[in-house]
């Protein structure tokens, strides 16, 4: 089966959601030790979905690479995290 190409229109929506991931990325506001644990985890839950969004509209080896990365941002005490980053890597290898 061959990969059809994304259409302009696509491309435009995917771009969105990755720059609204790398947005969330970015973020840093956060009040109180415990707070700013639950707030990074959440923005950084929010990113991932909205990478995932991007990839779901056009596959790109940037939005693998990108949601691995906020993979990353995890806490590394979780096992599933580092098999997520590992995924999204090797998946973006095969996507380039």
Sequence with gaps: MTKREATDEERDIANRF??????LMK?????GEHSQHVNHIYIISEAV???????????????YCNRA???GRFPKNK???S???AAGC?????VA
């Design 27 to 31: 973020e840093k506001k956060f009040k």
């Design 49 to 63: 979905e909205r990478y995932s969004e991007a990839i779901n509209v056009q596959e790109s080896a940037i939005y």
């Design 79 to 81: 096992p599933e995290n």
């Design 69 to 71: 990365a906020a993979y």
């Design 18 to 23: 990755k720059s609204e991931g790398n947005q």
């Design 90 to 94: 090797f998946r973006s290898a095969g």
């Design 83 to 85: 098999r997520f980053r």
